[in-house]
């Protein structure tokens, strides 16, 4: 089946020290994006990538990055983690235009900083 | 900009009877429109949208939702709650004209359903 996979589920990094979190897909989509949510509130959208086009949003921090080698990949990299990034990312992606589609969003995973 | 309103943090509910999720929205042009519902340390799952024709929409499990354009509300519906619809439910918003094109998410509304 054609899905959003992210790995690790849970990832347990200490403070100050760099982590990547991985998605991969399998839709052949354009645009990937990642979230962070935290304590069940809703997602905040981080950056997107359309294609090989990174968006940043205005308000994430210069301590998380993103890098896209390929359609199928996107990975999210912390540089310095703080307790305060400890947080569900989730990655999702979709079709690139003015569709009607919604967003197809991997299972997640779980940050925890110590 | 476009904005999403889920008035409701928590809705209670016995199992069997009816369940309402509330959802309004504000956009500047005609709103494509989305229910996704997310289970512990899981993703997101989507559960329906609506695009455009009927304004009553029916999607996976059982839910069903009434976009209404004069109220600006999409509520999420199901006539007959199971436990096992305990989880947190988002609503969202794309506007079509908008550029970029994203989706903007409610602040979600955990359901409660009671055996």
């Known amino acids: 089946d054609a899905m959003v996979i992210q790995n690790p589920r849970y990832q347990v990094t200490q403070f100050g020290k760099p982590v990547t979190l991985s998605c991969s897909q399998t839709?052949?989509?354009?645009?990937m994006y990642w979230y962070q949510q935290k304590s069940s509130q809703a997602p905040k959208l981080l950056f997107h990538y359309y294609d090989k086009d990174f968006n940043n949003e205005a308000d994430t921090p210069d301590n998380f990055q993103s890098r896209r080698p390929n359609t199928s990949f996107c990975f999210l990299d912390i540089r310095s983690p703080g307790l305060g990034d400890a947080a569900m990312y989730l990655c999702?992606?979709?079709?690139?235009?003015?569709?009607?589609?919604?967003?197809?969003f991997g299972s997640g995973t779980r940050l925890t900083v110590v | 900009a476009q904005s999403v309103a889920q008035p409701e943090d928590q809705v209670n509910v016995a199992e069997g009877n009816p369940l309402t999720v509330k959802c309004t929205y504000s956009?500047?042009?005609?709103?494509?429109l989305f229910w996704y519902v997310q289970y512990p340390n899981r993703g997101l799952q989507f559960l329906l949208k609506y695009i455009t024709g009927d304004n009553l929409v029916k999607g996976s499990y059982g839910f069903e939702a009434e976009f209404n354009k004069s109220q600006t509300s999409f509520h999420l519906k199901k006539p007959s709650a199971l436990v096992s619809d305990s989880a947190l439910y988002f609503c969202a918003v794309r506007d079509i004209q908008a550029a970029g094109n994203k989706l903007t998410f409610g602040g979600g509304t955990r359901v409660l359903v009671k055996p």
């Open positions: 839709l052949n989509h354009n645009v």
């Open positions: 999702a992606t979709s079709r690139g235009g003015g569709h009607s589609d919604g967003y197809t």
């Open positions: 956009v500047s042009g005609n709103p494509y």
